[in-house]
Nanobody, 115 residues
Framework: QVQLVESGGGLVQPGGSRRLSCATS????????MMWYRQAPGKERELVAT???????AYADSVTGRFTISRDNAENTVYLQMNSLKPEDTAVYYC?????????WGKGTLITVSS
């Protein structure tokens, strides 16, 4: 019954922008800290951005100033706005939620940054 469904992946040119969405259901979204992770080919999964229940945010150094995480509690959805994309941003992006000690993962969406 718990679902986290990412959307918005695709091919983007270097310097371009893309917005990812993660629509959730089956848990109390407003009480959950939400995160975006990514995993590039041959690399470990890394934390990209976090948004807490009070809407404070945190970012990896590699994306600070380019990416923005936000949430819409009325829609149970978390977003990742990605600007000035670089080839090294190419990865599968995963949505993650933590609530009451339980971790939930989405299945991921692929962003490819290439000309």
């Amino acid at each position: 019954q718990v679902q986290l469904v990412e959307s918005g992946g695709g091919l983007v040119q270097p310097g371009g922008s893309r917005r990812l969405s993660c629509a959730t259901s089956g848990f109390t979204f407003s009480s959950a800290a939400m995160m975006w992770y990514r995993q590039a080919p041959g690399k470990e999964r890394e934390l990209v951005a976090t948004i807490y229940t009070g809407s404070d945010t945190a970012y990896a150094d590699s994306v600070t100033g380019r990416f923005t995480i936000s949430r819409d509690n009325a829609e149970n959805t978390v977003y990742l706005q990605m600007n000035s994309l670089k080839p090294e941003d190419t990865a599968v992006y995963y949505c993650r939620g933590i609530v009451r000690g339980t971790i939930y993962w989405g299945k991921g969406t692929l962003i490819t940054v290439s000309s």
